[in-house]
């Protein structure tokens, strides 16, 4: 049936609050429809969540999705940021990737 192979996945997606903070500020990010599968639905672990502005990476943890392919973690924006524009990555060991846009502000 070309109905079922026509059928995808959800993208995962993160959500940073708040958006916008200063360098060295709290924040918390959240992740929905993680999965490892489209078909098992298998929390994935070894998520990375990587902070990059201006051509430098900064890891800030590596953690795993819970069984509602969801997560929740308290960060902090990188010392080193500069104010501006940035963004905030959660990696699978796929390759797979979602990005949230980040403000640092002064």
Known sequence: DQ???ATSCSSPSIE???ARA???TKFRLRGHDFS???K???PPS???ILFRQDG???RLTTLDADRNLAFEAGLRVPAGAEPGRAKVQAVLRSGDRAEERFVVLR
Do not use: D, Q
Request: net charge neutral; aromatic share 4%; with cysteine.
């Open 3 to 5: 109905g079922e192979a």
């Open 16 to 18: 940073a609050v708040p």
């Open 22 to 24: 200063a360098a060295g």
């Open 36 to 38: 490892s599968g489209c």
């Open 40 to 42: 098992g639905g298998t």
């Open 46 to 48: 070894g998520v990375t």
């Open 56 to 58: 430098r990476t900064w």
